[in-house]
């Protein structure tokens, strides 16, 4: 029997019941102050992990690097789906605000002891782990905020925000953080991460009042019964019961990993070969890379200004047409700037498909089992990325960059193909309007 989830404390139930009866300007404020932290919080993470890896770099030598990254992944992969389990127990919006300030304080704590220690390698991979916990908690718990904190009509458009907001700091972030900690060292860009956190935790904190507003309907939940002692384990098999039996959520998330391992090995090792054996050099795989996060960018702003564009099936596969024209292009491309613009297209099809399944996957969810629905996202999409990142250089130690590249492309076409299918007969073409026409409501969820 699982538990009910609390959206803040048992406190504030009454007050949770009150906050129906918001405005919309009250609610517009929120979500304002709400997203404005948030980018300013992913911001902060991108300059953190630069200073992190450029200071384990400078202090231990390349070969180090990957003991940090190691020891952040490994936590995170393998409590991602556990996470999801916490996040329904305790609520994701007090989660979120908890986990934003027991990580700045961990960040604070760090930056003290490299004020007087230094960096010594046991430090960094110790605070990378705990980043690691931290974020198997925080994925889940922030995937499940927007429809708690917007109402059902702007999902769409807020979620896409959130994704133009993302690669913006992904952006800006690492060239903040390369100049602070090329000037400073460590400690200030850990300090101005920790800064974020605080700020992020304080405007969450700002909108609990507007936690009523959530879409997804709730499930009427089956009171405790005197004694329960239900676990964690016996909830997170709960959750993967109530994804397999739901199409509406598992196509979704099987194209979401799908896509996922399509086009994330590309990204990080595809793209890296193939500027090699091109003769491009680095610049050439940064112009790539800056390809894909200007294409992600755009159609995340398109999505955000035109949310109706989001209808799932005709997004998987236009998205994969144009996601494997764009590989099998940049892998036999004559010149960088060719490429170039073909990985910006490649960005706006993986754009689009991320754009459309978080949407699908609030609306499809009930509020007691949001955080395990999204715990599975991130864990398909983050915790197995190692998968495709392994399996494209296998493709290409065999044979060459090109060769794994088209093989990408193939991959992306079948998901696309499995999203389609999946998605037409249980979604059809009516989501984008369902997702404007259902009315936000407070359930007994929330009691």
Same mark, same amino acid.
């Given at each position: ?5 609390? $959206? ?6 009454s007050? %949770? ?7 919309? *300007? ?12 948030? @980018? ?9 992990y ?5 200071t ?7 070969? +180090?690097?990957a ?6 992944a490994l ?8 996470g ?18 027991s ?5 604070g =704590?760090i930056?003290?002891?490299v ?5 010594p $390698?046991?430090l960094?991979v110790?605070?990378?782990? &705990?980043?690691?916990?931290?974020d198997?908690?925080y ?5 499940a905020?927007?429809s ?20 913006? @700091? ?5 060239? &903040? ?9 460590p ?10 956190f605080l ?16 879409? #997804?309907?709730?499930?009427k939940?089956t009171?405790?019964?005197k004694?329960?002692?239900?676990s964690?384990?016996?909830? %997170? ?9 739901r199409?509406?959520? !598992?196509?979704?998330? %099987? ?10 090995g ?10 090699? +054996? ?9 112009? %790539?890379?800056? /390809? ?7 159609? #995340? ?6 949310p ?9 596969? !236009? ?9 099998i292009?940049?892998?036999? =491309? ?12 490649l ?7 991320a754009?459309v399944?978080?949407?699908?996957l ?8 949001? /955080?395990?629905v999204? *715990? ?5 999409t ?6 495709s ?9 065999? #044979?060459?960059?090109p ?13 696309g193909?499995?999203?389609?299918? @999946? +998605? ?9 309007? #369902? ?13």
């Open positions: 029997m699982s538990r009910q989830r609390r $959206l803040w404390s048992s406190s504030t139930v007050r %949770l019941a009150d906050a129906r009866v918001t405005t919309a *300007s009250s609610t517009d404020r929120r979500r304002v102050l709400w997203l404005t932290a948030e @980018g300013v919080s992913l911001t902060g993470d991108n300059i953190f630069v200073a992190l890896s450029w384990v770099v400078d202090a231990h030598g390349a070969g +180090s690097l003991w940090v990254l190691t020891a952040g936590p995170r992969g393998l409590l991602m789906l556990l999801g389990a916490v996040v329904d127990r305790v609520g994701p919006l007090r989660l979120a605000v908890l986990s934003d300030i990580r700045a304080l961990v960040l =704590a930056t003290a002891a004020w007087v220690l230094g960096t $390698l046991a960094l110790a605070l990378a782990a &705990v980043f690691g916990v931290a198997a908690l994925y889940p718990a922030s995937g905020l927007p708690l904190l917007v109402p059902a009509s702007h999902v769409v458009r807020v979620q896409n925000v959130r994704n133009l907001l993302s690669r913006t @700091g992904l952006v800006v972030g690492p060239i &903040v953080g390369g100049l602070l900690v090329s000037r400073t060292g400690e200030l860009p850990f300090l101005a991460d920790a800064a974020t700020l992020c935790a304080v405007a969450l904190a700002a909108c609990r009042p507007a936690a009523g507003l959530g879409v #997804a309907p709730a499930a939940p009171p405790p019964e004694g329960d002692s239900t964690l384990l016996d909830e %997170l098999r709960g959750g993967f019961s109530y994804i397999t039996h199409p509406a959520l !598992a196509t979704p998330l %099987l194209a979401a990993a799908l896509f996922e391992f399509a086009i994330n590309v990204i990080n090792v595809g793209y890296p070969a193939i500027a090699a +054996s091109s003769g491009w050099g680095s610049a050439g795989f940064g112009f %790539l890379s800056a /390809g894909m996060g200007v294409g992600a960018g755009v159609s #995340a702003l398109l999505l955000s200004i035109v109706r564009l989001a209808v799932a099936h005709r997004v998987y596969i !236009a998205a994969a047409a144009a996601a494997a024209a764009a590989l292009t940049v892998a036999h =491309a004559g010149n960088v700037a060719t490429a170039a613009a073909a990985s910006a297209i960005g706006v099809a993986a754009g689009a498909v754009g399944i978080f949407p699908l609030q609306h499809g969810t009930d509020r007691n089992h949001i /955080g395990r999204m *715990s599975m996202f991130y864990f398909l983050a915790g197995l990325a190692p998968l990142l392994a399996a494209i250089a296998a493709i290409i130690n065999a #044979a060459d960059p060769v794994g590249l088209t093989c990408a492309a193939a991959a992306a076409v079948g998901a193909l499995v999203g389609y299918l @999946g +998605s037409r007969p249980t979604i059809g073409r009516h989501e984008a309007a #369902a997702a404007t026409e259902r009315p936000s409501k407070t359930t007994s969820a929330h009691r």
